[in-house]
């Protein structure tokens, strides 16, 4: 994913209330594109607002799909 890109994505979510994150299948779909450290990132923050799990060294969604 483009740096700009994911700067956006991520200052968007980081100002969002957890209540309004988009579904999970929307949040798997953003990961796909990102590269390893990009996703490290990623899952920080969902881990952080709370829409994932950290269990065992992997990230899995609310909807139990693990984060790719």
Partial sequence: MRKTLFDNLMHNLKNL????F?????????SENMTLKQQ?????????????????GRISLRNGHLLT
């Fill in 40 to 56: 490290h990132k990623y899952a920080e923050l969902l881990v952080s607002k709370g829409k994932a799990n950290y269990y065992y």
């Fill in 17 to 20: 209330p957890p209540c309004d």
């Fill in 22 to 30: 988009p579904e999970t299948a929307k949040l798997q779909e953003f």
